[in-house]
C-alpha cells in the first residue's frame, strides 16, 4: 500500500468543491420568468446522461416541457389538490391556493420531465435504474449551479401523475419534473445546513 499524498489533479477538485456546495434546490417562486437558450438546457441535459449506469443501461428519458405545457401542469396541480384544499380551506383562502399552484410553474424556463425506462433485455434491479437517473438529475442540478441557474427535483404526487399523462411505455415509470429557471442569488433563502461527516461516517480500518 503506497501512504503517499502524491495525489494526480486534473485542477478542477475547487471548481466541483464549489459547484457541489453552491447547489441549492431552488423554486419556482424564486425564478425570473426569463428563457434558457435552447443550447444550454441541451448541454445540461448531455451532462446528465454522462452520469454512470450498470451494464451502460442508459434508463432515462427527457421530455422538455415549456410554454403551455407549464400553463397545464398549474392547472392540472391545482385542480388534483382541489378537492384536499376545498376541505382544508376557507372559501378565501381556497381561491388564494388555487391561483397560487395554477401560476406556480409560469416563472420557470422549462420542466423536464424525468422518466425511468426498464432495458428490454437487461434485468436490472429496479433500485439500480432510478440510482443511475438519481445521478443524472443530480448532473443536470450541477450543471444548472455552474451556469448560475436554479431548479429542483419535484416529486409530488401530482407531478408523477402528471408525467404519466404525457403517454409512458409499459417499461416506463415517471420520476417527476426537474424544474430550472433563472434566478436572483441575493434573493434566495439561506443554504441548508448539512450533517457533520461524524454523525455519517464510519471508517473501518
Ligand atoms: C428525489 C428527490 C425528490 C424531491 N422532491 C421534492 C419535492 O417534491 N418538493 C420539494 O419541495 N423538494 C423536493 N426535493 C428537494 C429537497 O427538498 C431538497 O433537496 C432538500 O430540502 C435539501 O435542500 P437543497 O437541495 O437546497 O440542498 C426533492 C429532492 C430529491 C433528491
Request: with cysteine.
Amino acid at each position: 500500500m503506497d501512504h503517499s499524498n502524491n495525489l494526480t489533479l486534473i485542477g478542477a477538485e475547487d471548481v466541483i468543491t464549489d459547484v457541489i456546495r453552491e447547489r441549492r434546490s431552488i423554486y419556482p417562486d424564486e425564478f425570473l420568468a426569463k428563457d434558457i437558450p435552447q443550447n444550454i438546457v441541451e448541454e445540461i441535459l448531455v451532462n446528465a446522461t454522462w452520469a454512470p449506469t450498470h451494464k451502460m443501461t442508459e434508463p432515462w428519458r427527457f421530455i422538455v416541457l415549456q410554454g403551455t405545457h407549464q400553463y397545464q401542469f398549474g392547472l392540472y396541480m391545482a385542480n388534483y389538490y382541489k378537492n384536499y384544499y376545498l376541505e382544508k380551506l376557507s372559501h378565501s383562502k381556497f381561491a388564494a391556493k388555487f391561483k397560487y399552484l395554477q401560476e406556480y410553474p409560469l416563472k420557470a424556463a422549462c420542466m423536464i420531465a424525468i422518466i425511468l425506462v426498464r432495458h428490454p433485455k437487461i434485468a436490472l434491479p429496479e433500485w439500480e435504474e432510478i440510482a443511475a437517473v438519481s445521478c443524472a438529475v443530480q448532473n443536470m442540478a450541477l450543471s444548472c449551479t455552474a451556469y448560475g441557474l436554479g431548479g429542483y427535483w419535484c416529486s409530488t404526487d401530482a407531478a408523477i401523475e402528471y408525467v404519466k399523462e404525457l403517454g409512458l411505455a409499459e417499461n416506463e415509470r415517471s420520476l417527476g419534473l426537474f424544474i430550472m429557471g433563472h434566478f436572483d442569488p441575493l434573493a434566495i433563502t439561506p443554504r441548508k445546513k448539512r450533517s457533520p461527516l461524524t454523525k455519517k461516517v464510519t471508517w473501518l480500518k
